[in-house]
């Protein structure tokens, strides 16, 4: 069992910037990938970003060049730096682990953009 929890998510202004944590209670350095998924409001839930423990990462098109994922080994958790911040970008984030050919979850964090 992995736990996750998200933490960071609150209300900001369209243009400003919030850091998203994920603290896993694995060393993320055994976790094969870690992402971030966002859910929007009456949507389904989407890639927002992922990064595996080899070094690679990948970005959703509306969030490239904006959003930066990361691990910290030493404080075992995936953070989630969005700049440039848009009202569609707001939802609730969710950290997600790959972990031993199963899929952990945490609970959410919510992000509101405000025009």
């Known amino acids: 069992q992995v736990q996750l929890v998200e933490s960071g998510g609150g209300l900001v202004q369209a243009g400003g910037s919030l850091t998203l944590s994920c603290a896993a209670s694995?060393?993320?350095?055994?976790?094969?990938?870690m992402a971030w998924y966002r859910q929007a409001p009456g949507k389904q839930r989407e890639l927002v970003a992922a990064?595996?423990?080899?070094?690679?990462?990948k970005y959703a098109d509306s969030e490239q060049g904006r959003f930066t994922i990361s691990r910290d080994n030493a404080k075992n958790t995936v953070n989630l730096q969005m700049n440039s911040l848009k009202p569609e970008d707001t939802g609730v984030y969710y950290c997600?682990?790959?972990?031993?050919?199963?899929?952990?979850w945490g609970k959410g964090t919510l992000v509101t953009v405000f025009s």
């Open positions: 997600n682990g790959w972990y031993r050919g199963m899929d952990y």
């Open positions: 990064s595996t423990n080899g070094g690679g990462t």
């Open positions: 694995e060393s993320i350095a055994s976790i094969n990938t």
